[in-house]
């Protein structure tokens, strides 16, 4: 694993305009860094990356199906009671899912870890899957880069080709804040994608779902919803007004209920609870924990609420000193505690490695850098190439 100066593509500002992405002059493309590649082995992709990520994800799976069987593991994750029911019947009844987003710390030499699981509403998706690969074609084509790159990035045609098989008879609702561009941007990809795979397509933020008297959501037109593929994290659904009425739907959601708790930062201690010292994990507490407490004694530690976006509300202790520490809304929220396995740093950047699960397959590499060890809503997405 390398990190490689790299002329930038003339007129990214074209580039910029063609996909709809933010350019600032004399800064570039917003969330986005080309002055820079990192380079891995085809071994380190498949063997250090893809191999373990897969595993990862078996366990996960492993740790819904006990969640859905004991309520106090749902209670533990602070999921509503009115819920549990739904959730264990959508594991139970097999409902599929589409796409998450690993994010791991790897050197290019020790094992990855993972250091958390975004499940349910994963961002930089065009980024990695359409963005990244013109980079790649066009460095090529400019001799900006070695011929002969690859990437890790089936990512677009594995939505495309996973859609259909996800039993879609209907029109099918995209629904998210607009507001929030990231998460636009996200699900307007997806619905594209959904368009290519022939899929019909709807969407509409989700303060315009309307609720009809036979207790069923509808559009603006006020057509039944029947499948929701969402852009809105589980934790908000379940925390609104309207969310009480989301069992009794009859809706079907992408991503299915079930990720709630692959989604939520609990996820973490109860891997280690039940596969500790996998050489893919780290330590991990929730904060109440008497084991928790001792673990602290350490010194060197990650603090994380349970649900949390963008870095926010993150704490890192080592050696008994507070190491960063950033603000946000969720500090009022149970926490859990994570060994600290600090990002690699490569020219004052720290990369963190999200791998990208679509149908439970690993098939994307997206990197964000930052500052600082923490990445955070200023991260800025580097691309990658595969060299031998």
Known sequence: MQRISVTERPDLASAAAEHELVYIPGEGISGWDESAYYQFTARQIEKDIEGPAEEIEDLCFQVVDRAVNNEEVLDRLGIPE???????????????????????????????????????????????????????????????????????????????????????????HFACNPDIEDDKGTLNYLEECAREAGLETCFLGMEDIGLNDQGQFTDLEDRVITTLIKLYPWEWIMDEEFGQHVPSSGVRFIEPPWKAILSNKGLLPLLWGMFEGHPNLLPAFFEDDPAGTEFTGTGSYVRKPIWSRQGANIEIVQDGKTLYQSDGPYGNDAHILQGFQPLPEFDGGYPLLGCWMVASKAVGLCIREDKTLVTSKDARVVPHVILD
């Open 82 to 172: 009115h819920y549990w029911n739904f959730i264990a019947e959508s594991w139970r009844n097999g409902d599929k899912n589409l796409y998450g987003r690993m994010d791991l710390s790897y050197d290019g030499k020790q094992p990855i870890k993972l250091l958390e699981y975004n499940a349910d509403t994963p961002t930089t998706l065009y980024e990695s899957a359409v963005f990244q690969w013109e980079w790649l074609e066009q460095a090529i084509e400019l001799k900006l880069i070695p011929e002969g790159c690859d990437q890790l990035n089936d990512v677009h045609e594995r939505i495309v080709e996973t859609l259909p098989q996800l039993g879609i008879e209907t029109l099918s």
